[in-house]
């Protein structure tokens, strides 16, 4: 089953905040004499099966304005996502209570891939003017579960995959608006957002 190229992350994601180029691999991973390792239940995979779970129309990585981005949120946290390449701006309501995850630049692929792909990946964000400090994660074994039509892998139905990236996990933001950015690359590779994130006064407080 093939792959396309996805988000960031994000998250690209690849995404996030980006996602970079995506690879097919079967089983084992394209060119892996090894046994693939467990899969894992990785932020990582999450944010993937989170991306893969809107058809290309309402995908948040090709969302260009940010009204797709509260799509099938998890209720512990938020994702958002990058870009397939180049620069955006999105506004998206986030609610109060939730932290962020996202990836300034990530991809799927075999453990080779994620290798040669980390090698060059850098990210870079910046919330109300403040810098973010990245988090890299390396290749994770993951199931990324699609629904039809999904600009990522392209297909319903689960496949898995090694997810490596450089990520950004945020608290839980303070009612009102914030400026969030986000850039990441890998090789030739660019992506970014602007984002404005608007969030609502907890209701229950």
């Not at 190229?5 to 994000?10: D, I, N, R, T």
């Amino acid at each position: 089953m093939s792959l396309r190229s996805a988000v960031p992350l994000l998250l690209t994601l690849n995404i996030a905040a980006g996602c970079g180029v995506v690879q097919s691999s079967d089983a084992n991973g394209i060119g892996s004499s090894k046994p693939r390792a467990a899969v894992s239940e990785s932020i990582q995979g999450r944010w993937w099966t989170w991306a893969a779970s809107e058809d290309e129309s309402t995908n948040p990585v090709t969302d260009t304005t940010g009204e797709f981005c509260d799509r099938n949120q998890p209720k512990d946290v938020w994702f958002l996502a990058g870009t397939f390449g180049g620069t955006i701006q999105r506004t998206c309501n986030v609610p109060a209570g939730r932290p962020v995850v996202l990836p300034l630049v990530n991809q799927v692929g075999t453990e080779e891939q994620c290798r040669e792909f980390m090698a060059t990946s850098t990210g870079k964000a910046t919330l109300d003017g403040k810098v973010i400090t990245p988090e890299r994660l390396e290749d994770d074994n993951v199931a990324i579960t699609g629904v039809a039509g999904n600009p990522l892998t392209g297909e319903e139905g689960t496949v898995t995959s090694y997810a490596c990236g450089v990520w950004a996990r945020l608290p839980a933001l303070k009612p009102g608006r914030h400026k969030l950015t986000i850039r990441g690359s890998s090789g030739n590779f660019r992506t970014g957002v602007d984002y404005t994130l608007i969030v609502q006064p907890d209701q229950q407080a």
